[in-house]
């Protein structure tokens, strides 16, 4: 009996921007001819989602190729080298029809939908713009089928008459998900989509995501820094760090047990905020020094305090780290309080531990901490 395909597999995945010296945060790359060097913003990355319904969450802080990531596999930009396959089909070889007629199958739904609606374009007309572009509709087709789909995202039906400067941000992020719903998407990639809300009206947003996941058996890739948002929402989260995927596990597993030195930073660095030390609430210094897991060289480094191998973050930073630094070795190495000489020479690959597939890392010495 044949295997039955992933729902989503990625496989080696590389986008390389060419750039005339240095790069932000990835890993700079000569080219073969010798000409430009090319920024490497995401560095051969595999990703397997098996079945359908499941929600994975990418972490990681700003330039560590998430948002490129999820570009790649919606084909947005192309890639410099691997594949994407959906259901069997790779979606990297596709073009023309065939691509057009797949792209009705996996939607985005960005951080600020504003800059994807047309502000002289009503509501309503912009919901279902890419039904539209897929399928034969008469005016009063086209109306009554943005008007459920506002009632499914939590709109009244009267907003297809608005205009998005009369909506709040909320309403247009519901906004923008009515419209990725539109032509009945399999993969919805979520891309921060609620970064930019207010804390309640991030609750409500994940809440109406949920509700849409579990009705229409959707499967979500959702992009965000927030670990209290992937925390909620993802089954498995996956972490990047500069264009590589660091450490990879159920969600639950990951809080509780994470194994790469960077994953443990960005746990201590959630419990900061803008009301860190006050009322009760610890600082970036105790929060770091007091995290679970985190051996007090870390905890210093983020807490910003000196005694970490990393020297240039800021006061109560977290950084990406000098990227000019050459392109051998782990990534982590020069902010890593576990760092041996190995890690300077040979990037660890990406492994399962403990005998599971279920919680992989890719550090050589997480057996040892």
């Known amino acids: 009996m044949p295997e039955t395909p992933a729902f989503l597999e990625v496989r080696g995945l590389v986008k390389e921007f060419p750039v005339r010296s240095g790069g932000r945060f990835g890993l700079r790359h000569r080219a073969p001819n010798g000409g430009a060097t090319a920024f ?11 079945r359908a319904g499941e929600t994975v969450g990418i972490a990681g802080e700003s330039g560590s190729g998430k948002s490129t990531l999820a570009r790649l596999i919606l084909r947005l930009i192309e890639p410099t080298a691997g594949s994407v396959w959906m259901e069997g089909t790779e979606v ?3 073009s023309g029809e065939p691509l057009r007629r797949w792209r009705q199958r996996a939607q985005m739904v960005f951080q600020d939908p504003w800059w994807s609606l047309n502000p002289r374009q009503r509501i309503g007309e912009a919901v279902t713009e890419p039904l539209a572009a897929h399928r034969a509709m008469n005016r009063m087709e086209r109306r009554r089928a943005a008007e459920a789909l ?8 009267t907003f297809a008459a608005r205009y998005p ?4 941000g909320g309403q247009r992020q519901r906004v923008g998900i009515a419209r990725a719903l539109s032509v009945e998407p399999r993969l919805l990639i979520l ?16 809440q109406l995501l949920e509700v849409l996941r579990d009705r229409h058996g959707l499967t979500y890739l959702f992009i965000s820094h927030d670990l209290r948002v992937l925390e909620y929402l993802c089954d498995r989260l996956v972490v990047m760090y500069r264009g590589v995927v660091v450490e990879e596990a159920p969600v639950t597993e990951l809080f509780s047990q994470p ?3 960077y994953t443990r930073t960005l746990l201590a660095a ?5 009301w860190a030390g006050r009322g009760g609430v610890p600082g970036p210094r105790e929060a770091a020094a007091t995290a679970p897991g985190i051996p007090r060289t870390a905890a210093a480094e983020v807490a910003g305090v000196p005694g970490g191998l990393h020297r240039g973050a800021s006061p109560g930073r977290v950084t990406q780290g000098d990227d000019s630094r050459a392109a051998t070795g782990c990534r982590f190495v020069h902010r ?7 890690c300077m020479e040979e990037a660890p690959a990406l492994r399962s531990l403990d005998g599971t597939a279920s919680h992989k890392v890719a550090c050589h010495f997480a057996d040892t901490f």
């Open 259 to 261: 194994r790469h030195p």
């Open 191 to 206: 891309d921060e989509p609620t970064s930019a809300l207010d804390v309640s009206i991030q609750a409500q947003i994940l």
């Open 165 to 168: 400067h009369e909506l709040s």
């Open 150 to 157: 506002l009632e499914q995202v939590g709109l009244p039906a």
């Open 270 to 274: 959630r419990h900061r905020g803008p």
């Open 336 to 342: 890593c309080p576990f760092a041996r000489p190995r």
């Open 92 to 94: 990297t070889a596709l």
């Open 40 to 50: 490497r913003a995401v560095d051969g990355v595999d990703l397997v989602v098996p």
